[in-house]
């Protein structure tokens, strides 16, 4: 079975909320496929336990690898020795270990396990990395070799075996599902799924067999770097507030926020704006989230409310306890949406926030000051930098809570929410529609309609999960949907801003779709620039008066890719971080886009119309 299949069936590791009347459930888990390594990871989180145990905080923030090495017990040190590489060799072989030692860690088992250095091999692999290479005689059977790092920074080692006497070509058989064997070649490729190439290599290891592992197992280990401390961290009082849509938003609205273990239960007060008297409480559904890996707040709950019978077109106020209403949050308003064509209506589109998150944050709260009116924020994925690290998400949650606790947020995801796994963190902690495709985990995908506007949100992380898993539902949503706007949302580009960066098989899956349903507006992001196409259909410029699909890239964060525009780019930028607002009037028909700076400034606008 490929490995796209396996993490394309990747469990939801969902929350258990508790359950009371106005509760988000739990979506339906999917059964868990089993890891290349699911005996040493087992192994890896007993000894992190046993760290969290023995070690202060302190202690465990700053694990060094030699440190981490010193904690093993002797059987911890020979399992970890012994479980990440294993293979079988035909005949007494010499074997040749070469690892990336730009970071200053050898493997602690090469030495026992009898290997000795040899500097006279070391190589260069992609134009910078220093290989270093050390050699250990074994004979013919089973060979089983030892982590790559501890501090989670090295890419898997790779393995050469050389006959130990005479001529011949030693056949080494991997027994990891997965890991193959080429022969090294100057040129040929140092891993299963990364194109970093072997530069030169020693006579020696020339011709050899290699055996290669993937690149993204390389935190299969890791226990450096691992335990963090969080800069927001929970307490008794509600915070991290936010609304996000599960049900129509003309009548349903889901209230979230956060607090320390301590509290069991907490409750949310309603009422329609300037009617107390209409006022009612709800019990809020609980959900105990636990990241071992947050040595200074390790355990959150998080708090929800799913209102799906409210009026359409109403503002309302909302306000949340945790002590049983002795004390309560400020209020917040927010608004339901109208039936299809009622009233003018805006919302606000950002590329990847990821980086300098406080600067975002004061970007998202302009936006919410100059354009109060926008009824929800739609994001482009990469909310954060390292989607399996909580304190990542606390301090998103930290500064979106200051607009999405009364405007609702609609996220994509990217590839840096989930950083190459399972997005558990980003679907644990976001209340989205189950109304996605059947063949993804519920959240990775589903679809908003909000007035006359039809928003479907994708997944486009297509090493995890195929395009081709999305389309039959794709084709469906767009297909029933009678909805006058119809727009997408997904993080990594059909045509990118810099050559070199466009998502061909994206495009070649999703392009006819959108171009069937007549998609007017691509939201895409990853490109660390702006870009705005002319309307597109089948990868071309479209006739004057022919519909097109309009493909935007914009990014809200600090990060900068530099930018080369495509032929069909209508206008670009770079070095600009920008929020987009769009304004629809219902009664006229017409969309007016506008892409604003940090500064405040118009960088770009279009309208389309239609009857
Ligand atoms: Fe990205």
């Known amino acids: ?58 202690e465990r923030l700053a694990l060094t690898p030699e440190s981490a090495a010193a904690f093993l017990n002797a059987e911890e040190r020979e399992r970890l020795s012994t479980g990440f590489v294993r293979f079988t060799v035909d005949r007494p072989a010499r074997l040749f270990v070469a690892f990336d030692s730009a970071y200053g860690e050898t493997p602690f088992w090469l030495t026992d396990l009898g290997f000795q250095r040899r500097a006279d091999l070391d190589f260069i692999v992609d134009v910078e990395d220093p290989f270093h290479v050390w050699e250990k005689a074994v004979s013919a059977g089973e ?47 140092a891993y299963v799924d990364d194109n970093d190439w072997f530069n030169a290599l020693p006579a020696e290891l020339d011709g050899l067999p290699v055996l290669r592992s993937f690149e993204s197992w390389e935190l299969v280990s890791r226990m450096v770097g691992f335990f963090r401390a969080t800069d927001y961290p929970s307490s008794a009082t509600p915070d991290h507030l936010q609304l996000t849509w599960q049900d129509d938003p003309r009548t349903g609205v889901t209230v979230q926020w956060r607090t320390d273990e301590t509290v069991a239960d907490s409750i949310l007060w309603l009422a329609p704006a300037g009617d107390d008297g209409a006022g009612r409480m709800l019990a809020a559904g609980a959900a105990a989230l636990t990241s071992r890996q947050i040595v200074n707040d390790p355990d959150i709950r998080l708090h929800r409310v799913r209102l799906d019978d409210l009026t359409p077109a109403t503002d309302y106020e909302y306000a949340v306890s945790a002590d049983n209403g002795q004390t309560w949050t400020q209020r917040r308003r927010f608004r339901t949406a109208a039936d299809a064509g009622a009233e003018p209506y805006a919302f606000v589109y950002l590329g990847d926030p990821q980086n300098g998150l406080d600067e975002w944050g004061a970007l998202i709260r302009q936006s919410d000051g100059r354009f109060p009116e926008a009824r929800f924020y739609m994001i482009a994925g990469d909310l954060i930098d390292h989607g399996t690290e909580r304190d990542n998400w606390d301090q998103f949650f930290h500064e979106g809570s200051t607009v999405f606790d009364r405007t609702p947020v609609v996220p994509a995801l990217g590839n840096h929410d989930s950083h190459g796994g399972h997005p558990t963190l980003y679907l644990q902690q976001f209340a989205l529609p189950d109304n996605g495709a059947e063949t993804l985990d519920p959240g990775r995908t589903y679809h908003v309609t909000y007035q006359d506007l039809l928003v479907v949100v994708m997944d486009s992380n297509y090493d995890l999960v195929e395009p081709e898993l999305q389309t039959e539902w794709l084709d469906r949503v767009l297909g029933q949907s009678d909805a006058r706007w119809k727009v997408v949302i997904y993080h990594h580009p059909f045509y990118a801003s810099r050559p070199g960066r466009d998502n061909h098989p994206l495009r070649d899956a999703w392009g006819p779709i959108f171009d069937r349903h007549n998609v007017d507006i691509a939201f895409q992001g990853h490109d660390h620039a702006y870009m705005r196409t002319v309307p597109m259909r089948g990868h071309e410029p479209v006739a004057e008066g022919e519909h097109g699909t309009v493909y935007l890239v914009a990014v809200s964060g600090t990060k900068m890719y530099e930018q080369e525009l495509p032929a069909f780019a209508a206008f670009g930028a770079v070095n600009t971080r920008t929020y987009q607002i769009i304004q629809v009037d219902p009664a006229t028909g017409t969309l007016t886009y506008r892409a604003i700076d940090a500064d405040g400034g118009v960088i770009d606008s279009f309208d389309l119309s239609k009857d």
Request: aromatic share 4%.
């Open 143 to 189: 060979v089983n070799l030892g982590v790559p790092s501890l501090s989670g920074e090295l890419k898997p080692y790779i393995v050469f075996a050389a006959p130990a006497e005479g001529e011949g070509t030693v056949a080494i058989t991997p027994l990891v599902p997965g890991a193959d064997v080429q022969t090294a070649r100057e040129g040929g490729e």
């Open 1 to 58: 079975m490929s490995r796209k299949f396996l993490l394309a069936l990747a469990l939801s590791a969902g929350l258990a909320f508790s359950q009371t009347p106005a509760l988000a459930l739990q979506p339906a888990v999917a059964a868990a496929p089993a890891s290349p390594h699911a005996a040493l990871e087992s192994d890896v989180s007993d000894i992190l336990d046993r760290m969290v145990r023995e070690m202060g905080p302190d």
